[in-house]
T-cell receptor, first 113, second 112 residues
Framework: EPEVTQTPSHQVTQMGQEVILRCVPI?????FYWYRQILGQKVEFLVS????????KSEIFDDQFSVERPDGSNFTLKIRSTKLEDSAMYFC???????????FGEGSRLTVL | DAKTTQPPSMDCAEGRAANLPCNHS???????VYWYRQIHSQGPQYIIH???NNETNEMASLIITEDRKSSTLILPHATLRDTAVYYC?????????????FGKGTHLIIQP
């Protein structure tokens, strides 16, 4: 079973600061994703990443967000200028055609003060 | 992706079978039924999926009605660790460009 490691597990930041969340899959995969879950709400799709570029993004994924896979292993989500409403759990996930299911990391909890 | 309807919450006694229903009356012919669960604030975890036939794995069984408009996830011997939110999702694939769309799911509470 694939492993997806996310760091940090919890980050507290001030509003307006930049945040980078990291995801390290242990091997290469077809698709990479970021999801977020605001406390008490649904798990929401943010973006999918395929062949080193964004494949799809939701309306949540505005200009404040960016993703990259700079060194072929780390997969990062950057929030340029955090807002209070960015406080949430952020989950990285990977997918391959086989076995065909999404594997999620344990999440990074972001708290914006 | 077709929409699904699940009860918001259910209780089940420990050791009994937990049967979680899902309605997906607008499912298309080549859409699969996927089940995931989320324990507390952990990342969602895949349980099982199926197209037409009933499926069973080490975690659960999936029963899909003949008209495919509804399905039931069965946890045969529920334990306290099965307390979680269970998501029923209908999709053409388990991932791809769009990933999966999660609804509110069913909060299953296993009672000791």
């Amino acid at each position: 079973e694939p492993e997806v490691t996310q760091t940090p597990s919890h980050q507290v930041t001030q509003m307006g600061q930049e945040v980078i969340l990291r995801c390290v899959p242990i091997s290469n995969h077809l698709y990479f994703y970021w999801y977020r879950q605001i406390l008490g709400q649904k798990v929401e799709f943010l973006v999918s990443f395929y062949n080193n570029e964004i494949s799809e993004k939701s309306e949540i994924f505005d200009d404040q967000f960016s993703v990259e896979r700079p060194d072929g292993s780390n997969f990062t989500l950057k929030i340029r200028s955090t807002k209070l409403e960015d406080s949430a759990m952020y989950f990285c996930a990977i997918w391959d055609i086989y076995p065909g299911e999404l594997f999620f990391g344990e999440g990074s909890r972001l708290t914006v003060l | 992706d077709a929409k699904t309807t699940q009860p918001p919450s259910m209780d089940c006694a420990e050791g009994r079978a937990a049967n979680l229903p899902c309605n997906h009356s607008t499912i298309s012919g080549n859409e699969y039924v996927y089940w995931y669960r989320q324990i507390h604030s952990q990342g969602p975890q895949y349980i099982i999926h199926g197209l037409k036939n009933n499926e069973t794995n080490e975690m659960a069984s999936l029963i899909i009605t003949e008209d495919r408009k509804s399905s039931t996830l069965i946890l045969p011997h529920a334990t306290l660790r099965d307390t979680a939110v269970y998501y029923c999702i209908v999709a053409y694939s388990g991932g791809g460009a769009d990933g999966l769309t999660f609804g509110k799911g069913t909060h299953l509470i296993i009672q000791p």
